[in-house]
């Protein structure tokens, strides 16, 4: 979909590509974002498999903040400037994110006002369970 404010209507679907959150986009993001050197805590259930496997997952898991970037960028992707000045994004983290996981991002135009688009937001995993779910605002002028 384009992001033309002509072409904003309610119903509109927009899917993402799929993106494989692989151990090193995972530790890519880990490491550089959540963690750089001069603060790295002990390792944990984002990168050590045993600790993973004692709080009872099958394997580390990523960080919440870097699925919420996911989705972030999806619509910065379809909206532009649109969603970066005077957007928003609410979202909850519904499942854990595991190393491996390959993720699609998913829109839909709810609703149209005079201002702003609202959108449904979802993110599913390869397995189809939802791992975030939320709401966006994106404005409808190009200023």
Known sequence: MSAAAGE???????????YLLDEAAANAY?????????????????????????AGFIAPIAGGEQTIAIVAQFIADNFG??????????????KPVLFGDTLTSHAKIVSVDATHAQLQIHVENQRGEQVLTGTAAVRIDDA
């Open 8 to 18: 904003i209507r309610i119903g509109a679907e927009l899917v993402s590509a799929p």
């Open 30 to 54: 880990h490491d550089g974002i959540e963690r750089p050197a001069r603060r790295r805590p002990p390792r944990g259930i984002h990168d050590d498999k045993d600790a993973a496997r004692k």
């Open 81 to 94: 400037m649109r969603f970066v000045r005077g957007g928003r994004i609410e979202v909850s983290l519904t």
